[in-house]
């Protein structure tokens, strides 16, 4: 394949997978960035979570809260579970990869705050483990998910499930609604 056939593949696999959104998944976002929104408002912390990529997309989603998004305004509680690697190389050599986040939510999370499990699979061990967690502290717990959801969506309280099997672009969406949320609260914060 030449580069401009794989330039326009992208693109239009991408614009593809946005046109394939419909209502129900916007009511899902509604639902998701009313829930951070009133979480943060009653003080409490926005904890991510996700592997490879998808912890890429919790360290820069988090920091749009702690810093900012498009206003200045008063920095929100978001934390990233990706980013203490002393935490992450401890656990999961002194018990096992898959608690490298459930570990952190237990020492970190407090009832009232909100996880969200970035995965485009959503079956990785560690992110199961984090979601069950979250149900026994009492944490509510968002999904942004890929493919059909996996089992993380059955753990999920809320979900947005990316309805395409290719990574990237299920990634792609996953900022977009990343950014989306950001701007709804943004917005919340205004009022």
Not at 4 to 26: F, G, Q, T, Y
Not at 45 to 63: E, M
């Amino acid at each position: 394949m030449e580069q401009r056939e794989l330039i326009k593949l992208s693109i239009s696999e991408h614009i593809n997978v946005l046109n394939s959104l419909n209502e129900d998944d916007i009511k899902s976002l509604e639902k998701i960035a009313s829930l951070i929104s009133k979480k943060l408002i009653n003080g409490n912390k926005i904890i991510w979570c996700g592997n490879g990529g998808s912890a890429s997309d919790c360290q820069h989603l988090s920091a749009e809260f702690v810093g900012r998004y498009k206003k200045n305004r008063k920095a929100l509680s978001s934390i990233s579970l990706t980013t203490d690697t002393s935490a992450l190389t401890c656990i999961s050599n002194d018990f096992s990869y898959e608690y490298i986040f459930s570990r952190q939510l237990e020492a970190l999370g407090n009832r009232g705050d909100v996880l969200v499990a970035i995965s485009t699979s959503g079956n990785s061990k560690n992110i199961l483990s984090v979601l069950k967690t979250a149900k026994e502290l009492d944490i509510a717990s968002v999904g942004l998910l890929g493919k059909k959801g996996g089992e993380s969506k059955d753990l999920c309280d809320l979900s947005f499930i990316v309805p395409s099997c290719t990574t990237a672009r299920i990634q792609e969406i996953h900022i977009l609604i990343g950014h989306i949320i950001c701007e709804i609260i943004e917005l919340d914060y205004e009022k």
